[in-house]
């Protein structure tokens, strides 16, 4: 078994996610410099920045880790906002909700899983996906199920997310 639970031994790790990022957020404010919101600009599919930016996390959710290979009609994938929007206020409300570093590549059943989940701040480095913790938090059994590795069993906020995305689930195995 791969080490990091959404991959198989065959493919590429997730690496540089957030250099890459942030490059492809340069390119965009040189391309659109009045642009506010990096989030409108990705997720427009009539841009070739969608492409792009699903190259960073080589064409799989960052969650669950299904590929494009699997779900081979791109449109099954979106730009998920790590932290819900709705856990945002004030007037950069947009801008800080649609920074590149809160977005991350979701197939459509996570995203909406996720939906508007929230979890105590203390959380978000060993929730984000490019922070790279993700892989400590799950694991993949004999079964090719993602379940919560041992270390992390009895904390709720992860048996929280777990249930939330629906990361034990059939349709979850690779």
């Known amino acids: 078994m791969c080490e990091d639970y959404r991959l198989t031994r065959y493919c590429d790790d997730y690496h540089d996610i957030n250099e890459r990022k942030q490059k492809l957020e340069a390119l965009i404010k040189r391309e659109c410099p009045h642009t506010r919101i990096i989030y409108n600009k990705i997720r427009d599919r009539g841009l070739y920045y969608i492409r792009e930016f699903m190259q960073i996390y080589n064409f799989r959710c960052a969650y669950c880790g299904v590929s494009n290979r699997v779900l081979t009609n791109v449109h099954l994938f979106e730009v998920d906002h790590f932290?819900?929007?709705?856990?945002?206020?004030?007037?950069?409300?947009?801008?800080?909700?649609?920074?590149?570093?809160?977005?991350?590549?979701?197939?459509?059943?996570?995203?909406?899983?996720?939906?508007?989940?929230?979890?105590?701040?203390?959380?978000?480095?060993?929730?984000?996906?490019?922070?790279?913790?993700?892989?400590?938090?799950?694991?993949?059994?004999?079964?090719?199920?993602?379940?919560?590795?041992?270390?992390?069993e009895d904390d709720n906020v992860i048996l929280g997310f777990y249930r939330q995305l629906k990361l034990g689930s059939q349709k979850r195995r690779l």
Request: with cysteine.
């Open 83 to 152: 932290i819900c929007e709705s856990s945002f206020s004030g007037s950069s409300k947009g801008v800080d909700s649609g920074c590149i570093s809160n977005l991350v590549l979701s197939c459509k059943c996570c995203n909406r899983d996720k939906s508007n989940f929230t979890w105590p701040i203390e959380y978000n480095k060993l929730l984000h996906p490019d922070a790279g913790n993700l892989k400590h938090l799950f694991v993949r059994d004999n079964g090719y199920y993602i379940r919560i590795a041992k270390t992390y």
